[in-house]
Structure formats: C-alpha cells, structure tokens
C-alpha cells in the first residue's frame, strides 16, 4: 500500500515539476517571444508611418519648387518674341479655321505700371515689358472663340483687352469679322539667371 502512495506521490510531483517547467518555460521564454515581436511589429508600424510622412514631405517640397526656368521664359520670355507669338497664331488658325487678316505689334519700351504710377504709389513690377497686339479675325461665332480660348490658353502671359464683334448676325453659322486686341509681356531682366535661351526655332 505504501509502495502504492509513494508512486502516487511520486507522480504527482513529477506532475508538478513538469507544470513548474513548462509555467518557466513559458514565462521565460514563450511569453518575451511574443513580447518582442509585438514591439517590433510597432516599431515597424512607426517607421511605415516615417516613411510615408517622409514621401509627402518629398513630393509636397518637389511641388514647391516652382515652373523651370524654360516654362517661366515661355510665359515671360527674355524678349518681346513675336516670332513665337507669330507661330502661335498660325497654328490657332489652323487648328480653329479662322483667319487673321491683319496682325500689328507695338512693343513698349517701359513697363506698364511704371508709365501709369504716381510718386507715391511704388511699381511692383518694374521690369515687365508689354507688346500690344493689334488683329482682326473672320469666321463663324463658335470659331472665333475658340481661338480667343486658345489664345488664352498659350503657355505666355496674355491679357485679351477687347473683343469688338460689332453687330452679330442672327445666323451664327456665317462669316463674321471681330476685331481683337491683346496684350503680351515679356521681361529682360532675368536673362543673367538663365544658361539657354528658349528660342521658337
């Protein structure tokens, strides 16, 4: 009977021990495991997040830098270039049908706001040059103004001042004759900064 208790003992401490090693086993080992790989999943978490803040920071800079210097001499070019202003229109004509019958350029010498401002008041802009373009075209309503949105449209800094379409006739369809006159700026100053002129040829 005795022989029978001490196996019984015997076992159930065996059972102990066995729990104690695996409880140890547990606590010691198992349980930093899972401690550690949650940490490193949030560390990876945190440098997803960097990353991601590090890539919008990066394009929002790249969007702040601002047109190249070859989209700014397309706007503002160095010199009046009615050359380009030139080639412009006759593609405007080709794409829209319309024809310009006459085609006048006036190229002032001195800004604009400087010619109109008082003593006071002090010109923001005292490089910017202008050359007034004077043109008629003929066409039908809806190709007219087409080519005043293409005209708008151009990559160069334009100012359409007016639009004289005279007396409409009822059919819109027909042949008409509208008087434009616009202006085009352009601003030498900036030439030092540049190391290739955009030329239209």
């Known amino acids: 009977m005795s022989n029978k208790n001490s196996a019984k003992t015997l076992l159930l401490l065996l059972a102990v021990l066995l729990f104690l090693a ?3 086993f ?8 899972s401690n550690k790989i949650k940490a490193q999943a949030n560390e990876i978490a945190i440098v997803e997040k960097q990353v991601q803040l590090l890539t919008q ?4 800079k790249k969007e702040e830098t601002g047109p190249s210097l070859k989209d700014i001499q397309a706007a503002l070019p160095l010199w009046d270039n009615t050359e380009q202003l030139t080639l ?5 004509k080709t ?8 085609i006048s350029y006036a190229v002032g010498d001195k800004s604009p706001q400087t010619q109109q401002a008082d003593a006071n008041n002090k ?3 005292p490089n910017i040059r202008e050359v007034r ?6 066409g039908a309503f809806d190709e007219v103004m087409n080519a005043i949105t293409q005209l708008q449209a151009l990559p160069r800094l334009i100012r359409v001042d007016t639009v004289n379409f005279g007396n409409l006739p009822k059919d819109l369809n027909r042949k008409l004759t509208v008087n434009l006159t616009f202006t085009a700026y352009f601003d030498p100053s900036y030439k030092s900064k540049v190391d290739k002129v955009e030329t239209p040829f």
Not at 26 to 33: A, E, H, N, R, T
Not at 95 to 101: G, Y
Not at 133 to 138: A, F, L, Q
């Open 22 to 24: 695996l409880f140890a």
């Open 26 to 33: 547990y606590y010691f080992v198992q349980l930093p495991s």
């Open 57 to 60: 920071k990066i394009s929002e």
């Open 88 to 92: 412009d229109l006759n593609q405007i």
């Open 95 to 102: 794409d829209t049908k319309v024809t310009f019958n006459s």
């Open 123 to 125: 010109n923001p802009y």
């Open 133 to 138: 373009v004077t043109t008629s075209i003929s």
